[in-house]
Structures are given as structure tokens and as C-alpha cells.
């Protein structure tokens, strides 16, 4: 069975400075996707980003950048530029690109402070 | 483009009663889920459907849970005879999938459920 392990339950950062977020997985299989969430307080999962294992190129969107290291099972997020809005929990999840159901880790709560 | 609703957002019953939620999809998006998430944890997949179909169930999913999607729309969680252990946040989400397994789901806010 896939695991997802987040060895950091909290995580703090200062205004305008970059963070790292850390996610381990395990898998068998060599054809799946990762995931980051995002989860602010009372409001809805969104999703931050996501890398298709077959890629070795890093995913980024904007502030938002994951180092992905598959032999590793590795794959943490980096977030540049920290802004008051990106305090939440994250949560990093698996997916095997045939399969349905998403595998999430324990969660990283990320405060940011002004 | 509306995204995944969920209602009630908020339920408290007394233990053994029945309870229902729905969730509504992102129009066209023919995959829809429900996970469980109980306080400072990850969800945990419960179910999916495609369109109407239910196709898989987690062994979470206990016989007093049962869910529906009957015309491939929206979706209903039914837990029966609830139980303390019950209490937790339902959350939908939904996809459109179509090849290579590249499709994205998209979460509603959730509906929280208390049992007193």
C-alpha cells in the first residue's frame, strides 16, 4: 500500500522569506502523481500544485516550486516570497495515474509570521 | 465555472440517528469522490464514482454508510445509526477524467459532522 509521510507537523516563516516543506512517499509503482494541498483555516483544499513522476523537470506555479527527487521518494514544496495568505495546512497526497483515490499525508501546518 | 458544494456545511445529530449529505460536482466532471477527515489528519478516501457507477469503497466505507450518485450528477452520503467515531469532516471532491489518468480533483468546503 502507498504511504505519504510529512515529518514536519508545524513550520513557521517570516514574512517575504522562503520555506520548505517536506513529503516522503512510498510506492511500487513507477507511474503516479504527487500532489500539494493547501488547506486554510475552515475553508476548502485547494490545490497548490502537482508533478507527473514521469517528468523530471520540478513543477512550479508562481511563488510555488517542488523538488522532486523519484529515486529518492521525495518531493518537497518550496514557497518564495512568503505572504501573510499562504498560512494553512498543507498536505501532500498520491495518486497512481491509474488508480482513483488520493493518499494524503499527516499535514504541515505553515504559520507565517508579519 | 462553479465549484464542488457540499450541504449541509454543518450537522450535529444525536448518536443513532441518520444522517445525509450532498454534494453537488463541478458540472461535467464525470469522477466524484468523498474522503473523511477527522481533526489535524490527512483525508482518507472513502469512495469514487464515475458518472453513476460506484467503483471502488474503502474498508472505512462500514455497512451503515451507503452513497449514491444516480444520474451521474450530484451525490449523496447516507451514514446510518451514527456513532461518536462518526464525527469528522465529509468532504467531495470531482474530476474530469479522460486519458492518462492526468485529471485534478477539486474539493468542496465539506460538511462537518458531530455526534453528540
Known amino acids: 500500500a502507498q504511504t505519504v509521510t510529512q515529518s514536519q507537523p508545524e513550520m513557521s516563516v517570516q514574512e517575504a522569506e522562503t520555506v520548505t516543506l517536506s513529503c516522503t512517499y512510498d510506492?511500487?509503482?513507477?507511474?503516479?502523481?504527487l500532489f500539494w494541498y493547501k488547506q486554510p483555516p475552515s475553508r476548502q483544499m485547494i490545490l497548490v500544485i502537482r508533478q507527473e513522476a514521469y517528468k523530471q523537470q520540478n513543477a512550479t506555479e508562481n511563488r510555488f516550486s517542488v523538488n522532486f527527487q523519484k529515486a529518492a521518494k521525495s518531493f518537497s514544496l518550496k514557497i518564495s516570497d512568503s505572504q501573510l495568505g499562504d498560512a494553512a495546512m498543507y498536505f501532500c497526497a498520491y495518486r497512481k495515474t491509474s488508480g482513483s483515490r488520493l493518499t494524503f499525508g499527516e499535514g504541515t501546518q505553515l504559520t507565517v509570521n508579519p | 465555472d462553479t465549484g464542488v458544494s457540499q450541504d449541509p456545511r454543518h450537522k450535529i445529530t444525536k448518536r443513532g440517528q441518520n444522517v445525509t449529505f450532498r454534494c453537488d460536482p463541478i458540472?461535467?466532471?464525470?469522477?466524484l469522490y468523498w474522503y473523511r477527515q477527522t481533526l489535524g489528519q490527512g483525508p482518507e478516501f472513502l469512495t469514487y464514482f464515475q458518472n453513476e457507477a460506484q467503483l471502488e469503497k474503502s474498508r472505512l466505507l462500514s455497512d451503515r454508510f451507503s452513497a449514491e450518485r444516480p444520474k451521474g450528477s450530484f451525490s449523496t452520503l447516507e451514514i446510518q445509526r451514527t456513532e461518536q467515531g462518526d464525527s469528522a469532516m465529509y468532504l467531495c471532491a470531482s474530476s474530469l477524467r479522460r486519458d492518462r489518468g492526468t485529471d485534478t480533483q477539486y474539493f468542496g468546503p465539506g460538511t462537518r459532522l458531530t455526534v453528540l
Open positions: 458540472s461535467e466532471h464525470n469522477r
Open positions: 510506492t511500487s509503482e513507477s507511474d503516479y502523481y
